[in-house]
């Protein structure tokens, strides 16, 4: 598939595949980045990608997925770069992941914090960066809810 | 891009938080420098919460490393070039 130069690409960074709610979260703002005209690329460890590759296993969704070392190196020498940006933290780890993109990219960065922990996680983000918090683990309607809210999509 | 398993590095610290890599090293260095998320490091691309700390102690870097299931460890491996690199930083 040639790649359209003038649509802009909106990344979706994947934690670790633990979190019950996170293919589910990924294919639904992968949908909403492609249907508000971005080209949704996907990045995690191989494990994760996996596990949306197979939930989307003719990419109606997701149009590119990229290495997790490899798409941060790019986007910090300044090789390719994002419109928009969500990191979705469940862990800590998810905290350190959007704290480097939120200084790397210079396109809009999006904390999407969910998970049993996300009030705790959502208080360690002292840096530049917009939040999404929901205290969810299996239910994702408000985590959809907050994010349709801050992304205007629910207009 | 570099792997991490290509470097002889110590682990002194494992499956930490961003909070608690901070403190060891500055509890436990003299000589540090904070560098952004993005800074390379042998070849590794830092990630973390910005201001990264660096620890330097003899001819090592102490430096943290993240990956996504496994959290942070903190490192010590020689590297008398990323000293020198770190030293002449403005």
């Known amino acids: ?85 969500f990191v979705l933290v469940h862990r800590e780890s998810g905290v350190s992941y959007a704290g480097t993109l939120s200084v790397v990219s210079a396109g809009r960065v999006i904390a999407v914090v969910f998970g049993k922990e996300a009030e705790a996680l959502a208080s360690l983000i002292d840096f530049e960066c917009e939040k999404v918090v929901a205290q969810v683990v299996h239910n994702p309607m408000p985590l959809k809810k907050a994010i349709d809210r801050v992304m205007k999509w629910d207009v | 891009m570099g792997c991490v398993e290509a470097l002889n590095y110590e682990i002194l610290l494992r499956y930490c938080s961003f909070k608690e890599y901070r403190a060891f090293i500055k509890e436990h260095y003299r000589e540090i420098y904070e560098v952004q998320p993005g800074y390379k490091i042998f070849d590794l691309t830092l990630i973390g919460v910005p201001p990264i700390p660096i620890g330097v102690e003899g001819d090592s870097v102490i430096f943290p490393y993240t990956k996504p299931c496994h959290g942070t460890f903190v490192l010590k491996v020689e590297g008398k070039e990323e000293i020198k690199k770190l030293r002449s930083r403005k």
């Not at chain 1, 019950?20 to 909403?32: E, F, R, T």
């Open chain 1, 1 to 85: 598939m040639e790649k359209d130069e003038t649509r802009k690409e909106g990344l979706i960074v994947l934690g670790c595949p633990e979190a019950p709610a996170q293919v589910s979260l990924a294919l639904y703002l992968a949908h909403s980045l492609r249907r508000s005209g971005y080209i949704p690329v996907v990045t995690g460890n191989p494990s994760a990608r996996r596990l949306l590759a197979m939930a989307d296993p003719e990419c109606h969704y997701i149009d590119e997925m990229l290495d997790l070392d490899g798409c941060i190196e790019d986007t910090a020498a300044g090789e390719r770069d994002y419109a928009l940006t």
